[in-house]
């Protein structure tokens, strides 16, 4: 039952999602979160990793749209910055995902979430259908409300990877590179650690 909160995959940050294999899989377009997903929760600043994920998604001809539970007024700032069309909805509601996958016109099997809550871009997508990513948040800025949520977040997450049904994925990893992410908070969130 819990499976309906386990995202498909689970990486520390957007850089590690390897878009050629989502194409692979016929992926064709990608919901998308944005705060402590694409950018620091309330940042106006939007990272180059950021426009370089969404330069690389477009070359591979994804179609992308966001949905975000925040204030109208940033979405729309970000879209107009990222380029791309917002839809309007509130997460987990399927309502919202419908109306996500209405903006990008792909079908369930067709789409990707990507964003850094269970509770939202997880439980919603994975409701909807559609092929759910999960990021370690960029900040530890956020509502004060979803810091709350967070915690019950961590109960989930560490009860899937301790039962194998969830492992943290990384590119750089093997590659021996420096991990951009904060290790400690993976093993939190999958419970190796006491916290
Ligand atoms: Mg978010």
Aim: hydrophobic fraction near 45%.
């Amino acid at each position: 039952m819990l499976s309906v909160l386990c995202p498909d995959l689970y990486v520390p940050s957007v850089r590690e999602i390897d878009l050629s294999r989502l194409v692979a899989r016929g992926i064709k377009g990608i919901v998308v979160d944005i705060d402590n997903t694409f950018v620091d929760w309330g940042s106006p600043d939007i990272p180059e990793k950021t426009l370089a994920f969404f330069d690389e998604a477009r070359v591979r001809g994804l179609r992308m749209c966001v949905l975000s539970n925040n204030f109208r007024s940033r979405i729309d700032a970000i879209c107009n910055v990222l380029g791309i069309p917002a839809a309007r909805g509130l997460k987990p509601m399927p309502s919202a995902f419908r109306a996500a996958l209405a903006v990008l016109g792909t079908t369930p099997g067709e789409t990707a979430v990507i964003g850094d809550q269970v509770f939202t871009d997880v439980l919603g997508g994975n409701l909807a259908g559609i092929y759910t990513i999960l990021v370690i948040p960029t900040s530890h800025r956020e509502f004060i409300t979803t810091r709350i949520v967070r915690r019950l977040e961590r109960v989930v997450l560490g009860y899937l990877g301790r039962r194998g049904m969830l492992t943290l994925q990384t590119r750089t990893e093997a590659a021996g590179e420096d991990l951009p992410f904060r290790r400690q908070d993976a093993d939190r969130r999958l419970g190796r650690d006491a916290y």
